[in-house]
């Protein structure tokens, strides 16, 4: 009811205040003049008291009449001209009825202000989350904030995907999560509202949005860690500065860039991504591979390579398991194009890398020199951070960089982007040799291979293994061959099973070859025995 008034509501108070007081002495001179209470104008009384229970309330309103009810009591005769008292028990039923006016009125208005309390917040806040929405932002006192206030319009990525797997209880559980860190943590003057859906806005006192971001993105990551359901999500952020808000310029508009911006990003990112992959995958493992990296339920396998010349150097594939604490084992097709969905792909990798250095490391420290290839993928070189993380782990262990290669499968976006590009420029000066993954699988040709710095092709085992059959497939394949040695690439053969398979690439002559025929990928123990007894024998093949 308060609110109803608006602006205008200490003004109006005062007047009501006025009017009431004045009425009530008019009211008693009144009877007073008239004669006293003999005349029953004390019936007016009533019109104050309602009056103040409708504007004020139930303590006012019965204040006013116990005041008034002793006033046109005791201290009112019955008869002013003769002086005639009243009769006590006249006056002591008029208060009482004044006082239960005052009460039943008083109590209604109580009832219609809860009423009206409860819609206008059903207005200015979701139902099921109670989060307040853009619609609240109108009665924000923005009197303390400075002369910039960050916009942050965060949009939470695949909601519907998290709808669906989970159903809108938890997802809703998950807005009111994301609201109550980001109030709780986020200590200067702000502002949030939710359209209940995937959008979230923000109006920070900080005249740098950059770092209110990084404060944000700071708080849900620490958020997803502690969610005590398995939803893994990520979200886009979006800013802009806004300039002396005040409620009266403030509006729904406000975060119509940043939204924009967030939304472009999104885009961006989906871009890259493979779409097929993001309707159809198991949505809630998605969580499971965030906990699975902190709790190292991933490990490695490698699969030896076979060169065609002496080395003492042996050369393995790494490449990735997870052992899942209530699935078993899950190979890697059935997650990996899941976490290239998402941002977890870099963490995955980066894991990868620095287990792959550890296990050479150990090797060498045996005597026993290996070399390992590991598989990036494309999304990780769209990254602006990915090759620095790479840095970062190469100095932690001062390792030597040529011990170490990337597969990459051929993808778009070497095509588009002049980032990965440059990443991948930037990895070959690192000193990593490059080499694309599956070649013959899909688009790859040979006249993009030139535009990349990358030192060796792996051809795809459809590829190598239907020379076998087709002697026209065989001339193709042959001129393929001879094409990438004249750019200089080293070439390997994947997917050899079979010794007939080996002896058709051998006399083609592959710089490597790889496959079950030699060794299926090994951990362990396995893996030992066959670096300390096998290679000698391997290498003769
Ligand atoms: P890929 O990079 O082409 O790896 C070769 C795959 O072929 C491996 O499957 C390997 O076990 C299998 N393979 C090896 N020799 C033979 C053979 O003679 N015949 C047949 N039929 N298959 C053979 P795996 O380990 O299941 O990996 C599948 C794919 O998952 C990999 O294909 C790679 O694209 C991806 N992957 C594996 N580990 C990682 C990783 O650490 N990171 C990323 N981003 N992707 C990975
Ligand atoms: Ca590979
Ligand atoms: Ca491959």
Request: with cysteine.
């Amino acid at each position: 009811m308060e609110k109803l008034f608006g602006k205008r509501r200490k003004i109006s108070s005062t007047f009501f205040v006025v009017l009431i007081i004045v009425s009530t002495i008019l009211i008693i001179a009144t009877v007073y003049l008239v004669g006293g209470t003999k005349h029953a104008f004390d019936h007016l009384m009533y019109l104050p008291i309602i009056f103040t229970g409708i504007c004020f309330g139930i303590t006012p309103s019965v204040a006013l009449a116990v005041v008034v009810g002793l006033i046109l009591g005791p201290f009112m005769p019955a008869d002013v001209k003769n002086n005639i008292p009243q009769d006590t028990f006249c006056w002591v039923l008029r208060a009482l009825a004044y006082i239960f006016s005052g009460i039943v009125v008083g109590f209604l208005r109580s009832i219609f202000v809860k009423v009206i309390d409860e819609n206008e917040k059903l207005y200015t806040h979701n139902k099921f989350t109670n989060i307040p929405n853009t619609k609240i932002l109108s009665s924000v006192d923005f009197s303390s904030y400075g002369n910039k206030t960050s916009a942050l319009s965060l949009i939470i990525e695949k909601y519907e995907l998290i709808v669906y797997y989970f159903g809108e209880e938890v997802y809703a559980n998950l807005l009111v999560d994301i609201y109550n860190a980001l109030n709780d943590h986020i200590l200067t003057h702000k502002t949030i509202v939710s359209n209940g859906s995937n959008f979230i806005g923000l109006l920070i006192d900080n005249d740098d949005p950059n770092i209110s971001v990084r404060e944000v993105v700071q708080i849900l990551r620490d958020l997803r860690k502690r969610l005590k359901y398995p939803i893994y999500f990520e979200f886009s952020i979006g800013t802009e500065i806004i300039e002396n808000i005040n409620k009266q310029n403030v509006t729904e508009a406000v975060f119509k860039e940043s939204t924009s911006k967030a939304i472009s990003s999104i885009v961006r990112k989906n871009f890259l991504r493979d779409p097929t992959t993001a309707s159809t995958f198991d949505y809630p493992l998605l969580a499971d591979i965030e906990k699975a990296l902190l709790n190292d339920e991933f490990y490695l396998v490698y699969q030896p390579l076979k060169y065609h010349k002496q080395s003492n150097v042996l050369f393995f594939e790494a490449l990735i398991r997870w052992n899942h604490p209530t699935k078993g084992l899950i190979p890697p097709n059935e997650f990996i194009p899941l976490v290239e969905n998402t941002l977890l792909i870099n963490p995955l990798s980066l894991w990868v890398l620095r287990n792959t250095i550890i296990q050479i490391k150990k090797y060498k420290e045996q005597g026993i020199d290996i070399m390992c290839s590991i598989n990036i993928s494309p999304i990780n070189l769209y990254s602006t951070t990915f090759v620095n993380s790479v840095q970062a782990v190469i100095d932690e262990f001062n390792f030597d960089t040529t011990l170490i290669k990337f597969e990459i499968t051929e993808g778009i976006a070497f095509n588009i982007s002049k980032r990965a590009l440059n990443n991948l420029n930037r990895l070959n000066e690192m000193g990593i040799d490059l080499a694309i993954d599956d070649f013959g699988s899909g688009h790859a040709s040979v006249s993009y291979l030139i535009q990349l710095p990358i030192k060796y092709v792996k051809l795809d085992r459809l590829l190598t293994a239907n020379i076998m059959n087709d002697e026209r497939e065989k001339i193709l394949f042959l001129n393929t061959v001879k094409l990438l040695k004249n750019l200089n690439l080293e070439i390997v053969g994947e997917g050899i099973e079979t010794k007939e398979h080996y002896d058709a690439l051998k006399e083609v002559g592959l710089h490597y070859y790889q496959g079950y025929y030699f060794s299926h990928p090994l951990s362990g123990d396995g893996l030992h025995k066959w670096i300390t007894k096998t290679p000698k024998k391997f290498l003769k093949l």
